[in-house]
Every structure is written in C-alpha cells, then in structure tokens.
C-alpha cells in the first residue's frame, strides 16, 4: 500500500489538481483561477469577484502550544488565511472558523484564542461570520475559510512573463529563524531583541494585503503568490505553472539584522533560510520590467514597506537558479513539504552548483 509519506505533499497535491480539474460542473462557474492557485475566484458580477481560501492548522505540526499562546495561535489561523488572499490581491471581507477541541482544554484558552482571532480581525478589516466546534479525541484542529472580493485583474501563478522581474515585500527568514529559536532549548543565550522580533515573526505574521491592494490598483501586476513554503519552492510554483526560467540574485535577497544575528548565534545561515524556511507571508510578484520601480514605489510610499528586485523571469525548462555575486548559476530547489520532513524542523538543503 502507497502512503501519502511514500510520494509526498507535491505529488499528492498533482493528483489532486488533475482529479478536481476534471469536474464538468466547473464548466458552469465562472471560475477565473486555476486549480493550484492560492484562492478560488469565482466572478459573480462586474463589480463582485468571490475569492475564497481555506486552511487548517494542526497542534504539533503548525503550532506547539507550549510555544505559542492561545492569542497567538488565533492571530496566525486567521492571518494566513488573509495572506492567501493578499496573494490574489483581494480585499479581505469575511471569515469561518471551526475549531476541534479535546475535552480537557480550559476555557480560557478558547476565549483567549478567540480574542488573538478578533484582535488580528480589527487590523485586517475582517468579520468573522460563522464557523463550528466540535470534539477532538487529540489534540487541537483549526480550519479558516476566508472571503474578500477583487473585481480587477486576478493575479494568478501561472502568468509570469519572460521579461518581468522578481519582487518581494519585506524580509525573509525571520519566521523560520524563530521557530529554530523556540526549538534551540538555550534562549537565555542569544541576544534578546534580535531573538524577540524573529519569534514575533514567527507567531504573529503580518500578511500584506495592504500592499496587494496597491499593487491591484497598479494595474501591472498579473502573477502573485505569498510565501508560506519557502522562497525557492513558492517561486517554483510560478516556475512549473508559467513554464519558464527563475533565476534569483542570492546578494539581492532582503534579510534582516535581527535575522542575521539570530542565525550567526544559532550557527546556521541566514541566507538558506531565508531561501528554504517558510512561513515568511511576504508577498512575491512577477512584473514587468517597465512599472518594476513605480510599483515598488508605491508600496513604500502607500504602505511603509520595502520592496525588493530579487530576480527576473527568463524563458527555458521551468526551474529556480540563484546567481552567486561572482556570477556562478546555483540550481535551487526544495522548501517545505508535508508528509515528508518534520514539521517543526524542516531540512533547509545546501546550495549546489549546477
């Protein structure tokens, strides 16, 4: 018998999308997004484009509660849900929460878990509308349905452009440098606000769908996806579905002093994990050269935050390369993947030359 640990998450997720995709009813939708995108868009009028994203999180493979408080995991469920729409450029409108609990849990940390979900509501403009409890005979199960609305143009993963360059908003690394942090047992040595802001990173991440928004009233911007995976493996998710080249500046990548700080003390790269670690939520774009800079601009100017030209889109057999600073090409490839790597301490691979 093949078990899904046996062929991983990507491949699971291959026989998913050929399976879904082949459903006659989708005929009848007007469906503006592909199977594989980070929402479902479904056009329901010129001004009402329906985006929908769902995802769960898991006790002990996406938060450890003796790690994480109740009002952090509250924050986090309902943020990476507002992340997946960021990436589709859609204002955030509503959400469903449900919620499996073993019968031990106290009350209090179902208010306090609720009260970290409200609070991250209020900075996103977000309802919660709905959701369920019910019972789990282990351990704690949340599942997040969120909605919001993008008339516009719909960027999607499979419409990167040769020609367009990489941008991505932010930092990277920071969030899987805290999680080494929480996991490294020693705290106590390492610098306390370097180490305070990665953790932060870490449990209450920001999505950026403020920035998606300016980028949607840009109107330059058709290929969009967040980054929950990894650099490398959520890029090459553009790469295999727009079938071309990516190639990144390694000394372009955007890392942060508190990141670098953390990860010299932990004794690991600060450059491979911002590349491999995941759980970033910054948001990654595909644009045309010729509106690169004025749409970096304009998320500065609007948002505060920084953007960065990490790389561009060249033509050739889908895949990810890194350019050294002497001009050496490095094939990339892994990132996250479920089924396959423990969960709180994924394996970050080591660059090799190609």
């Not at 073993?102 to 509501?121: C, H, M, N, R």
């Not at 080494?180 to 920001?206: K, T, W």
Request: net charge negative.
């Amino acid at each position: 018998m093949v078990r899904v640990s046996d062929i991983g998450e990507l491949e699971l997720l291959q026989w998913l999308y050929e399976r879904l995709g082949n459903q006659p009813i989708l005929q009848s939708l007007n469906l503006l997004t592909d199977v594989g995108d980070d929402a479902a868009v479904i056009k329901l009028s010129p001004t009402i484009s329906l985006v929908v994203t769902t995802d769960a999180l898991i006790e002990d493979v996406h938060f450890r509660c003796e790690w994480a408080s109740a009002m952090d995991i509250g924050w986090k469920a309902l943020a990476v849900n507002v992340s997946d729409l960021a990436a589709m450029f859609a204002e955030p409108i509503g959400a469903v929460v449900s919620i499996a609990l073993p019968e031990s849990t106290p009350v209090t940390w179902v208010q306090e878990f609720y009260d970290g979900i409200l609070k991250f509501a209020s900075t996103a403009n977000i309802a919660i509308v709905g959701g369920d409890t019910v019972r789990s005979p282990r351990g704690i199960a949340i599942t997040v349905t969120a909605f919001g609305n993008n008339p516009h143009v719909i960027p999607k993963r499979s419409n990167a452009q040769v020609g367009d360059m990489i941008v991505v908003t932010g930092t990277l690394g920071d969030s899987a440098l805290g999680l080494r942090a929480l996991s490294h047992g020693q705290m106590d040595a390492l610098e306390c606000n370097a180490l305070r802001d990665v953790i932060q990173r870490h449990l209450q991440p920001q999505p950026r769908w403020r920035e998606g928004l300016v980028a949607r009233a840009m109107e330059c911007c058709k290929c969009a996806i967040d980054i929950s995976d990894g650099l490398v493996m959520d890029l090459d998710h553009i790469a295999q579905m727009s079938q071309v080249v990516i190639e990144l500046w390694l000394d372009c990548i955007p890392i942060s002093e508190a990141a670098r700080k953390v990860a010299e003390q932990l004794r690991c790269s600060a450059l491979e994990t911002a590349l491999y670690g995941g759980e970033d939520y910054e948001l990654l774009m595909a644009i045309p050269e010729a509106c690169v800079t004025h749409l970096c601009d304009e998320i500065h100017t609007r948002c505060g935050t920084q953007c960065t030209i990490i790389g561009r889109v060249l033509e050739g057999p889908a895949g990810i390369y890194g350019i050294t600073p002497d001009g050496k090409r490095i094939r990339l490839h892994g990132g996250y993947e479920h089924f396959k790597a423990e969960p709180a301490q994924s394996a970050i691979p080591p660059l090799t030359m190609q």
